[in-house]
């Protein structure tokens, strides 16, 4: 949905197009293990499909060691997997691709100090210290009048879209946020050559 925040006049089958081309791998829908299950992949994919661009390594983090494994471990949580037990490999095989990326978040100590950086629109991803999981949260930053970074995200609290308080001071109220990611949409009109390539949206991670 981030992809379709700035255009205008699109019709309900504009805006389902472009929910399956930023949901699913490289924009095809092709069954339960096309669709971008862990926030770390779907930042991967956005930025090879210039909906995004990765802006975490450039405001200042840190390697982020991404382990996940949640959904292979725990099937019983995802009626898909429990339906077609088969699928439970392939997701395997997904979340070992993801965890040989290198991948990149601002602790939490330092997002107050590139609040000022961020933009209306940039997309948050909240890392977590969660066993098997890479990001526990998704949202957006609003700038107000004075210059906050607030963060607008759907509240489990409210049980609404709520915009919330500054995004180091939300963080600092969740003991298992350990930091963001911040994702920024890509004018979708943006135009390119063949000599104006997009940054490289992930490192191989170094065998140990």
Wanted: proline share 5%; charged share 25%.
């Amino acid at each position: 949905m981030f992809f379709v925040v700035n255009q205008n006049a699109l019709t309900f089958s504009d805006v389902v197009d472009q929910l399956k081309y930023t949901r699913y791998r490289n924009g095809n829908m092709d069954g339960y293990t096309s669709r971008l299950h862990y926030t770390s992949e779907w930042i991967i994919d956005n930025v090879k499909k210039w909906v995004v661009k990765d802006l975490t390594k450039e405001l200042g983090s840190k390697p982020f060691p991404v382990k996940v494994g949640f959904m292979s471990t725990n099937p019983q949580y995802y009626p898909q997997l429990v339906a077609e037990p088969t699928l439970t490999r392939k997701i395997q095989g997904i979340e070992e691709h993801i965890n040989a990326q290198k991948h990149w978040y601002i602790p939490n100590a330092q997002v107050k100090d590139i609040e000022s950086k961020l933009q209306t629109g940039d997309i948050i991803a909240i890392a977590t210290n969660k066993t098997g999981l890479d990001y526990s949260h998704t949202g957006m930053i609003i700038k107000n009048a004075k210059g906050m970074a607030l963060f607008l995200h759907a509240s489990s609290g409210k049980k609404r879209v709520y915009l919330d308080k500054r995004i180091s001071s939300y963080l600092s109220e969740s003991s298992t946020s350990i930091g963001i990611s911040v994702s920024r949409p890509i004018d979708p009109n943006h135009e390119t050559d063949e000599t104006d390539e997009p940054d490289p949206p992930f490192e191989e991670a170094e065998d140990s």
